[in-house]
C-alpha cells in the first residue's frame, strides 16, 4: 500500500490554522476504511505524541491539548486523511506524523511534516 506520505505543514502564526494531508500511494480503497488512523508529532527535545487518531467507523481520539481546536477527518472518495488544525498555538510546533494500521496491526509511518507556530 505505501507507506504515509504527509503534507501540508508550515509557518504560521499563533491563532492561525492549517491543514496536513495524509495519502498511501497505491491503498485500495478496502484497506482505506479498515485502516486505523492517526497523527503523532514530536516537539524538540520531546517524545512523540499520539495528537489525533480515527478508527472503526469513525471513532475519534484527541489528545487532550487539542481538543476542540484539531480534528482528523477521514475522506473515503479521496483516500487521505486530513488533520484540520485550527486556533493553532506556539506550543503545537512539532513534526507532524501520519501513522496507518492495517487490520492485522502491521503499522506503517510516514516521514513526517513540519509545523511551526510563531508567537
Known amino acids: 500500500q505505501g507507506d504515509p506520505v504527509e503534507s501540508g505543514g508550515g509557518l504560521v502564526q499563533a491563532g492561525g490554522s492549517l491543514r496536513l494531508s495524509c495519502r498511501c500511494p497505491?491503498?485500495?480503497?478496502?484497506?482505506?476504511?479498515?485502516?486505523?488512523w492517526a497523527w503523532y508529532r514530536q516537539a524538540p527535545g520531546k517524545q512523540r505524541e499520539l495528537v489525533a487518531q480515527?478508527?472503526?467507523?469513525?471513532?475519534?481520539n484527541y489528545a487532550d491539548s487539542v481538543k476542540g481546536r484539531f480534528t482528523i477527518v477521514r475522506d473515503y472518495a479521496k483516500k487521505t486523511v486530513y488533520l484540520q488544525m485550527d486556533s493553532l498555538k506556539s506550543e503545537d510546533t512539532g513534526v507532524y506524523y501520519c501513522?496507518?494500521?492495517?487490520?492485522?496491526?502491521?503499522?506503517?509511518w510516514g516521514q513526517g511534516t513540519q509545523v511551526t507556530v510563531s508567537s
Open positions: 501513522y496507518r494500521e492495517d487490520a492485522s496491526q502491521m503499522g506503517s
Open positions: 497505491r491503498i485500495i480503497t478496502s484497506v482505506f476504511s479498515s485502516s486505523a
Open positions: 480515527v478508527v472503526g467507523r469513525g471513532s475519534t
